[in-house]
């Protein structure tokens, strides 16, 4: 067992933030060997409980739980930053002629370390994640997870029309190769594999049935996709799919929205659309880092409360423009105060972070295994200096309460905030 004195950061059941700002975090084994948090809390009230054992002590310092990108493309690193009219230009000049050059193992293995170092820089402990379609890009992101002891869950995108050569895959073919890479990733160690059809306008109807076939096979096995992101997108997939009630129905209609189907954007709904979200148990991956720079649009926040479906924070690298939490939940408050129909709603702070740690947890289906500092979850936290900036010294020294202290932080934080960060127990390095 290590145990770590320190201020901690964590999230109640209701969503609010709990700091404690003289802590104690305890990890080490469980009854099956699996490296969690044993204790967290109070130092006064807790450290009696453990005679002997030895406290690092990080004074000044703050734990909080590693970070959750609910939505990001390891094979898009390099993307970041290309601008384009929208989502379909976007695409079409840069992404697919990039995505391409992962039919190489090791070029994928190469980009895969260079993606898990910018994950892990910022603090980044749990990734949902788009491949390529190209299946050894599966295997490559894998495989250096594995060995960082990352918690990754991944999958080869589906795309087997409306896709120029070098991405294009062939349909028989994708399904029984993403039903190759569930038998081999997924449920081992902390990985886990994401059935990934790329979005509605790049898959062949029977490519949809099969993709929701392999999700009725496995039902722990997550989905992710694209949805209702572009004005452009949405008229394509309405023209493709018009038997469906919206865009977002067609999924539904391939029986992929579920419980631990994740849905990238959810921009442009209706209150229908909405409640087939919240009635099925799909999730939004709110990501407006992307939805700023490809000028997608807004995501409805006040609508999405209002109706109440699951969504948290995503960075959607590289529609995204940072790999930096702070900067995603920064974007996400500008997003919610313009909101889709005036006047918008001002998330707080403490919503803010949840939605990119506990919240994002509970949307991927994981509650209580990571996105907190609490007994039995996963021993993946990072230590945050405050201070890590003049300015930021300046500020926190100021901050009169929680919202003000992870306000600053949000608004002028980034990698330099993060010292250290824990995976399954062990701390990080980075390779580069
Ligand atoms: N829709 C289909 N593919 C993509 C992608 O790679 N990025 C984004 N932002 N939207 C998509
Ligand atoms: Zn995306």
Redesign the pocket.
Known sequence: MQAFRAALLSFDDDGSARYESDGLLVIGPDASGRKVIRAAGAYAALCANYPGLKVTHWPGRILAPGFIDLHV?FP?TDVIGSPAEG?LP??ENY?FPHEARFSDHAYAAGVAQVFLDELQRHGVTTALT?CTSHPNSVDALMEASEQRGLRMIAGKVLQDRHSPDGVRDETEQSLADSEALIRRWHGRGRLGYAITP??AP?CSEAQLRGAGELAACYPDVWIQS?VA?NKD?IRWARELFPDSRSYLAVYQDFGLLRDRAIY??CIHFDDEDRALMRDTGAAAAV?PT?NLF?G?GFFDYEAARRVGFKHALAS?V??GTSFSPFHTMLAAYYVAREGQTKPGISLSPQNLWWQHTAGAAQALGLDDVVGNLRAGCDADFIVMNPKATPLLARKTTHARDLDELLFSLIVLGDDRVIEQVYADGAPLTLTA
Do not use: I, M, P, V
């Open positions: 493309h898009q989502l976007w695409l992404t788009f790329r979005f790049s694209h992101e997108e990238a954007h990501s992307s490809l997608s959607d590289g529609g």
